[in-house]
C-alpha cells in the first residue's frame, strides 16, 4: 500500500486509542477513522479518580476528558462504544466487531489497524483478595462502585 491509509481502525479508546484517532486525524484529513471501545467512555482522566473517591473532585464529568459526540464533532471520527472487537483477519484486512447490546457481529476493513485495547488489573492471591470490601480501580465503573461503597456507610465495615 502507498500514501496514506483511507481507512483507519482503533481498537480501544481511553489515552492511547483516544490520542491515536486524534493525530491520525491530524496527520490525515481525508482518512476515514473508525474507533471501536466496548465500554461506555472514551477518555477519562485516570489519575483524578481516587481524588473524585474522596471528595476533592466532587464532579465525575469533571474526568471525561473527552465524550464520544465531542470527539465525533471535533476530529470527524466515527466512535463506536459499546462494541467489542472478536478477531482480527490481518491477510483480509478486516476486524469482526460485536454490538454489545444487539450483539450483531459485523466484518469492518480496515487499511491501518491501532491496537491499544487496554488491560484488566491483576490480583495477588492472597487471603482476602476476593472479599466483598477489596476493589481494584482501573475504570470510570470501579470509581462508581468503590464510591458508592464508600458513600453507603464507614468503608471500614467489611
Known amino acids: 500500500m502507498t500514501g496514506q491509509p483511507k481507512r483507519i481502525v482503533i481498537v480501544g479508546g481511553v489515552a492511547g486509542g483516544a490520542s491515536a484517532a486524534a493525530r491520525a486525524r491530524r496527520l490525515s484529513e481525508d482518512a476515514e477513522i473508525i474507533m471501536f471501545e466496548r465500554g461506555e467512555h472514551i477518555s477519562f482522566a485516570n489519575c483524578g479518580m481516587p481524588y473524585h473517591i474522596g471528595g476533592v473532585i ?33 491477510e483480509e484486512h478486516k476486524v469482526y466487531v460485536r454490538h454489545l447490546e444487539s450483539g450483531r457481529e459485523t466484518a469492518e476493513p480496515y487499511d491501518a489497524l491501532v491496537l491499544s485495547p487496554g488491560a484488566a488489573p491483576i490480583s495477588p492471591n ?32 467489611g
Open 126 to 157: 492472597i487471603p482476602g483478595v476476593a472479599a466483598p470490601g477489596v476493589f481494584t480501580l482501573r475504570n470510570l465503573e470501579d470509581m462508581d462502585c468503590i464510591k458508592a461503597r464508600i458513600d453507603a456507610g464507614d468503608p471500614r465495615d
Open 58 to 90: 466532587p464532579d465525575r464529568n469533571r474526568l471525561l476528558v473527552q465524550t464520544p459526540d465531542a470527539m465525533r464533532t471535533r476530529f470527524r471520527i466515527d466512535v463506536r462504544t459499546g462494541h467489542e472487537v472478536l478477531r482480527i483477519d490481518r
